[in-house]
């Protein structure tokens, strides 16, 4: 059974940082391509950034140049460091895996969900 553990979601001040964790199990995590994924209020889920199974990474144009994701595969964990936040930041952030290819920023492609973490931004 596959599992996705998000933590690391808090309340920080604009301007400062958080890092989102996220635990993989039941799954050859080194295989997946694991993505960020977050949800505010009243809109729909919308792609943050994610990192394939060779390392390679994609953010979404609104968190590029503040976040990084990262991956442990000794961990099974990936990561989200998230450092100049906005109050726009602010939404439940989820975590995914995928074994597919192709447009990996898609919600669609991901076959796996965590359950969320969630971050709010003080202005």
């Known amino acids: 059974q596959v599992q996705l553990v998000e933590s690391g979601g808090g309340l920080v001040q604009a301007g400062g940082s958080l890092r989102l964790s996220c635990a993989a199990s039941?799954?050859?995590?080194?295989?997946?391509?694991m993505g960020w994924f977050r949800q505010a209020p009243g809109t729909e889920r919308e792609f943050v950034a994610r990192?394939?199974?060779?390392?390679?990474?994609y953010y979404a144009d609104s968190v590029k140049g503040r976040f990084t994701i990262s991956r442990d595969n000794a961990k099974n964990t990936v990561y989200l460091q998230m450092n100049s936040l906005k109050a726009e930041d602010a939404a439940v952030y989820y975590c995914a895996a995928t074994s597919r290819g192709g447009s990996t920023w898609l919600i669609s492609l991901y076959s796996y969900w965590g359950q969320g973490t969630q971050v709010t931004v003080s202005s």
């Open positions: 990192i394939r199974s060779d390392d390679a990474t």
């Open positions: 039941g799954l050859t995590f080194s295989r997946y391509t």
